[in-house]
């Protein structure tokens, strides 16, 4: 699989809570853009596991691959998990959805080099997330990393894209401050 996003290129954080994005409580299910994935090879590739990259403070509760058909209509990067999928009626979101472990990528039209890759449009899979902080002081972690199967071998690849819930103990403005130089931090360091 070929992952189509740039590494420390992102970093989302959103504070918990924050009625206006309709996430009511410090605990609440957030979901978060995980990358978007392009698969060359000539056989199906099944997703048999999504963790997140030394996370701080932060529980995982799921992932999920989603079919953005023709390069077309991403994910947010970050949302109250519970309005995921809202660009589509629930019956399209079922459709193109599938959970972590045991999603299925087709294989697509081989390689295309990346200045092609957006006037071909082909179908990409976009991961996403389901998480929240394990406290109101909020968390993060510096990346996703995806393990997946091909033709009977196993293979894993690690976005560093930044994902973090901002403390509910600190105004608005500045709740995210904290996660976004630990995050920043960790990318130096590696």
Known sequence: MTLDTGQKAFIGCIPAPDPEAEIIRWDSPIGYYAGIYYNQSSEPVTMESVSLLHPHNLTLHGAAVYKMAHYKISLPFEWA???????????????????????????????????????????VYEIAVD??????????????????RAGGTTYTSTLMVGLAVGSAAKPLSSACDAATRSIQDSWKAH
Do not use: C, K
Not at 134 to 148: D, I, L
């Open 131 to 148: 998480m929240s902080a394990a406290s109101p002081a909020g968390g993060w972690a510096p990346g996703v990393v995806v393990t997946y």
């Open 81 to 123: 998990w519970g309005h995921e999928g809202t660009a589509h009626s629930a019956t399209q979101w079922a459709a193109i959805r599938q959970r972590i472990p045991g999603a299925t990528i087709p294989p697509e039209n081989g390689p295309i080099a990346p200045a092609d890759f957006m006037r071909l449009n082909p179908d």
